[in-house]
């Protein structure tokens, strides 16, 4: 084993040979800042994080539009590696907006003074694993050339914008963005008007605020989707005290919860209360807000009967806020059950559609057909536009990593084991990549999960694997493809076992951008259950995977 250990032999390598590394991370979120520190400070080893952006954050650094804010709860969503961090670090808001969100990521790499290792405004466009050398061989879109023996990907599940290839985009005259690359100096809508295609968790936080400020927003919905009132507000100080005084008893529901937030689903079935009960629990939880909505009863998400009734509860909801009926209905007009998509959270989302400035297309009924010099053309009108701004989401999950021209053994493509869909171990290494780990791979809990538990529990297995192969002198590890077969298999059954397949056009599946296969991406098992299998395969000495010298 020839991994360095802080030591001198590793200071001398990198001084002949500056472009070697023990392992190359890349992505600088909270998954390549959480890497870096864990691998450099923990380990010892030499480590270089190349980033795309010219400053940390990832998600937080790209997605400043406007409303852009966290929808899991500010005390949850946050590392809980180091009890100092947590002690000094004060959200202000139930639901942190994306710049303290972002300063929150800046102080974590000051304090671990993690800046050193990372290389900013590099992306990296190829990676290539040498066999004989055992060296990933890294190429970044400037030519230059890196190696290491670990490649780390952590470049994000939701980090590949996707506009849509709607003819005539070139030939528009106004302006156009899209939320997940926001321009740093702000879009100004004053007076404009504003058209907003898509209505997810972004569309969904960005359309009440551009209202405001907008001549006039015109909101184009392809599909009607779910939303729960937010309800931020500040913390209050005895909240924040409660917070640090219990800190191991907020991590222990975020352990017991699959999908990591700081609640207790409850036991109950939504059929065991009469239909007056029930209503009297959704009304509570639709006072509370938030994401916990989902955890009223436990078969929300496993019984189509019992999702109806939260659907039908949203569904008037939107119809008493909404005040023009035709409006309502074309926002509570559901194809699928309630949180089979990612569900949104709101701040007077539905609200806006009150406003004067503030008009609804339906494009089930009337799709885009073009996009014209002068805005856009669906097939029974034109609404001109100042500006486009482009909520339609991400080439989630597998676009990040396949738009890296990633080879494994004998110059395997990514791209070609993955041409129906992501095969992996775990989430985490697939079969004929040895050495290359993906934080928060697809076939991981990932974005059904509150991220940063997800991320900090991969990041501590890969270093706790990198560790164990260290102190017993081995060299490679690989997925082995039986391992790899039968961990798709169940992928596959804890989709199938959950409502979530079926909002066929949900990006769980692929199916936001035309041409990607069709696959449920995420594993929908829960966290604390992945967590367990995670860790049976490590105690076991790496079951499934292939080691050695
Ligand atoms: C608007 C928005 C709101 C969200 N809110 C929540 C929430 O409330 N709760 C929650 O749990 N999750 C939320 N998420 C998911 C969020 O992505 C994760 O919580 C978390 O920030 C992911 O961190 P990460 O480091 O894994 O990935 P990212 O934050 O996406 O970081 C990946 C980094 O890799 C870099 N990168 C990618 N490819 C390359 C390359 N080829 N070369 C170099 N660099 C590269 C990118 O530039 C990026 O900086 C949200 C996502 C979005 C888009
Ligand atoms: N913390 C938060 O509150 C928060 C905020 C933002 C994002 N996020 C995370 O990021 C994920 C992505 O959210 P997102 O809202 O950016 O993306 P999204 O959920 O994929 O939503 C994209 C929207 O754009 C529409 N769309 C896409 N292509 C279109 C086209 N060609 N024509 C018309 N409409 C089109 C989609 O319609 P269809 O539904 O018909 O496809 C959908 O309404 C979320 O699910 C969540 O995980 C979280």
């Known amino acids: 084993m020839t991994l360095a250990n802080g030591s001198n032999d590793s200071v001398a390598r990198q001084a002949a040979q500056p472009s070697i590394f023990d392992v190359l991370i890349i992505g600088a979120g909270f998954s390549g800042l959480y890497q870096l520190f864990c691998l450099r400070d923990r380990l010892g080893l030499s480590v270089q994080v190349l980033e795309a952006a010219d400053g940390v954050g990832g998600t937080w650094y790209w997605n400043r539009y406007p409303g852009a804010r966290c929808d899991s709860e ?12 947590l002690r000094d670090w004060d959200w202000t808001e139930r639901y942190p907006a994306q710049p303290e969100i972002l300063r929150y990521l800046n102080h974590v790499a000051d304090r671990f003074d993690l800046r ?13 694993y040498d066999d004989d050398a055992n060296l990933w061989r890294v190429t970044t879109e400037r030519g230059e050339r890196l190696g290491a023996k670990f490649l780390i990907t952590a470049v994000g599940c939701l980090s590949t914008a996707n506009v849509p290839k709607i003819p005539g985009l070139q030939s528009f005259r106004g302006r156009w963005v899209h939320t997940g690359e926001w321009p740093h100096e702000g879009v100004d809508f004053r007076g404009k008007r504003v058209g907003q295609i898509g209505t997810g968790s972004t569309g969904i936080q960005s359309a009440p605020v551009i209202a405001e400020t907008a001549g006039h927003l015109t909101v184009f ?5 779910y939303s729960v009132p937010a309800r931020n507000a500040p913390l209050t100080p005895e909240f924040k005290r409660y917070v640090k005084a219990n800190f191991s008893e907020i991590q222990r529901l975020m352990d017991g919860n699959p999908n990591g937030h700081p609640w207790v689903i409850e036991e109950r079935l939504v059929f065991d209360v009469s239909p007056e009960e029930r209503e009297a629990l959704y009304e509570a939880a639709w006072r509370t807000g938030g994401l916990r909505f989902r955890a009223t009863f436990r ?14 509860f949203i569904r008037d909801k939107i119809r008493e806020i909404v005040k023009d009926p035709a409006t309502a209905a074309i926002l509570s007009d559901f194809d699928h059950p309630y949180a089979a998509k990612r569900p949104p959270i709101d701040t007077d989302y539905f609200e806006t559609f009150n406003r004067e400035n503030v008009t609804l297309v339906d494009l089930r009924a009337t799709p885009i057909e073009t996009i014209t010099p002068a805005g856009i053309r669906t097939s029974n009108a034109e609404y001109p536009l100042d500006i486009i701004v482009f909520a339609t989401g991400f080439d989630a999950l597998t676009g990040p990593l396949l738009r890296i021209d990633i080879r494994g053994r004998d110059g395997l493509a990514l791209a070609e084991v993955w041409r129906a869909g992501p095969r992996n171990y775990l989430g985490l290494q697939v079969a004929g990549f040895p050495n290359l780990f993906t934080i928060t791979g697809p076939g991981s809990p990932s974005v059904l999960c509150n991220m940063p538990v997800a991320i900090e529990q991969h990041v501590e297995w890969i270093t ?3 560790g164990h192969m260290r102190a017993q002198g081995l060299e490679r590890i690989e997925a082995q493809p039986e391992a790899m077969d039968s961990w798709v298999e169940r992928v596959n059954a804890a989709a199938n076992a959950t409502l979530l397949p079926l909002a066929t056009h949900s990006w769980y599946l692929g199916a936001n951008v035309p041409g990607k296969p069709r ?5 929908a098992g829960g966290m604390a259950q992945y967590r ?3 860790e049976e395969v490590a105690a076991s000495g790496y079951r499934g995977f292939a080691l050695s010298r």
């Open 221 to 225: 919905q392809r599909t009607a989707n």
């Open 519 to 523: 696959v449920f991406m995420p594993y």
């Open 464 to 466: 706790d694997c990198i």
């Open 299 to 312: 078969d929300l998400v496993v019984n189509k009967a019992a999702n109806d009734t939260a659907a039908q």
């Open 116 to 128: 050193r290792s990372i290389r900013f405004g590099t992306r990296v466009s190829a990676a290539a």
């Open 532 to 534: 367990r299998t995670c």
């Open 74 to 85: 500010s005390h949850s969503y946050c590392y809980t590696f180091s009890k100092e961090l």
